[in-house]
């Protein structure tokens, strides 16, 4: 477990380290590119020393950064995290990427979609909004991928979407539908 907290503290500088120079329709998030250690299993029993510690968490790729890059800058931190340690250079650390691996995706600087959304929410009584990057693993990635221009918007709070105070007003709700509806309308070229 002391070995953990190192290499923790290290993975921490790193993640700190990756949100210089964040893009700026990240506005009023402090981790946009943020790491997260999720669960962590030691031990068979609470008396024993652990011969094994399992930690399991998220990683957050840079808008534009290949995945694959993503994963050399995470390994090669690890390396240096191990190789500054006696016992961790004996005992390296061993990486192994499993579940998804969500690549960074944007809409083309410029394309008419995100005005026609901007406007469909504005006239269905959502206000004025700008336009902003989100921190998390979705879909759109694959569409971008595809050549798909795409853009995310919906009601709710991202903060709290899969968690346990995961809600989302009615209201909002109205309002997102009116928006889908109009943008729907206005790209048919119905007036």
């Given at each position: 477990?002391?070995?953990?907290?190192?290499?923790?503290?290290?993975?921490?500088?790193?993640?700190e380290e990756r949100q210089k120079d964040a893009d700026p329709r990240f506005w009023g998030e402090r981790y946009p590119y943020g790491l997260s250690i999720?669960?962590?299993?030691?031990?068979?029993?609470?008396?024993?020393?652990?011969?094994?510690?399992?930690?399991?968490?998220?990683?957050?790729?840079?808008?534009?950064?290949?995945?694959?890059?993503?994963?050399?800058?995470?390994?090669?931190?690890?390396?240096?995290?191990?190789?500054?340690?006696?016992?961790?250079?004996?005992?390296?650390?061993?990486?192994?990427?499993?579940?998804?691996?969500?690549?960074?995706?944007?809409?083309?600087?410029?394309?008419?979609?995100?005005?026609?959304?901007?406007?469909?929410?504005?006239?269905?009584?959502?206000?004025?909004?700008?336009?902003?990057?989100?921190?998390?693993?979705?879909?759109?990635?694959?569409?971008?991928?595809?050549?798909?221009p795409t853009l995310h918007y919906g009601p709710g709070d991202l903060h709290l979407a899969h968690g346990p105070l995961e809600k989302v007003p009615v209201?909002?709700?109205?309002?997102?539908?009116?928006?889908?509806?109009?943008?729907?309308?206005?790209?048919?070229?119905?007036?």
């Amino acid at each position: 477990m002391e070995k953990f907290a190192v290499v923790h503290a290290g993975l921490q500088q790193l993640e700190e380290e990756r949100q210089k120079d964040a893009d700026p329709r990240f506005w009023g998030e402090r981790y946009p590119y943020g790491l997260s250690i999720g669960r962590v299993r030691a031990g068979d029993w609470a008396s024993s020393v652990p011969d094994r510690l399992v930690a399991e968490g998220r990683y957050g790729v840079r808008l534009g950064e290949p995945v694959s890059v993503a994963k050399e800058a995470f390994e090669a931190r690890l390396r240096e995290i191990c190789a500054a340690d006696p016992w961790l250079a004996e005992h390296p650390v061993r990486v192994t990427w499993v579940g998804g691996a969500f690549a960074s995706g944007e809409l083309p600087a410029g394309h008419r979609l995100l005005p026609l959304v901007l406007a469909a929410v504005a006239d269905a009584g959502g206000g004025a909004t700008d336009e902003r990057a989100v921190a998390a693993g979705t879909d759109l990635r694959q569409y971008v991928g595809a050549g798909v221009p795409t853009l995310h918007y919906g009601p709710g709070d991202l903060h709290l979407a899969h968690g346990p105070l995961e809600k989302v007003p009615v209201a909002a709700v109205v309002t997102a539908a009116r928006a889908f509806a109009l943008l729907t309308l206005r790209t048919c070229g119905v007036r």
